[in-house]
């Protein structure tokens, strides 16, 4: 009787391991590993506000001018006005003035076309205008618009000799780019 009652309480206890015990004994395991996974992961939050913070006071290291100057090299929105504005300052200076202007905002630009990304992080504007000037004055007037902190490319560039003076025509198309 002692033996039979002994193999029941043993049948019991691997019934109760089998239907219980072994159940719980997965979920701890899993919670476990769910635990290593989350504090991985708060780790790595960590890591990233650390790193945040560090570009933050890198940033905030930088003169007001100097962000000013990259916002105008490249800036993260189409911002024609200004940029006729600046041209028509450099113009000014030479006392030429702006003239036909129009304004086209292109297709993502050629460098972007040849690869497989259809988003580029960049755009391009077009701006096409006409001044009057002797040629060394153009000249200068080309040099100031190189000189610039806003980026362009001239696409175009066209003159045209008027009669009886020494004064052209020229016809001039710029592309600059923004972020965006």
Do not use: C
Not at 72 to 92: E, Y
């Amino acid at each position: 009787m002692k033996t039979g009652l002994s193999i029941l309480f043993i049948l019991m206890a691997i019934t109760t391991f089998f239907f219980y015990t072994e159940d719980k004994y997965a979920e701890i395991k899993q919670a476990k590993l769910d635990i290593v996974d989350y504090e991985e992961a708060l780790r790595q939050s960590r890591d990233i506000l650390d790193k945040r913070e560090e570009l933050l006071e890198k940033y905030k290291a930088f003169k007001k001018e100097d962000l000013d100057n990259l916002k105008k090299l490249l800036p993260d929105h189409i911002d024609n006005v200004q940029l006729i504005l600046d041209l028509n300052n450099i113009a000014k200076k030479y006392g030429m003035t702006l003239k036909g202007i129009k304004v086209e905002t292109g297709p993502d630009s050629a460098f972007e076309q040849g690869s497989t990304t259809n988003k580029s992080s960049y755009g391009t504007i077009a701006v096409s205008f006409k001044v009057t000037s002797d040629y060394p004055t153009f000249v200068s007037f080309l040099q100031d618009v190189e000189r610039s902190l806003r980026i362009v490319d001239i696409t175009d560039l066209t003159f045209t000799t008027p009669e009886k003076t020494t004064n052209y025509d020229f016809g001039i198309t710029i592309k600059t780019y923004w972020l965006k």
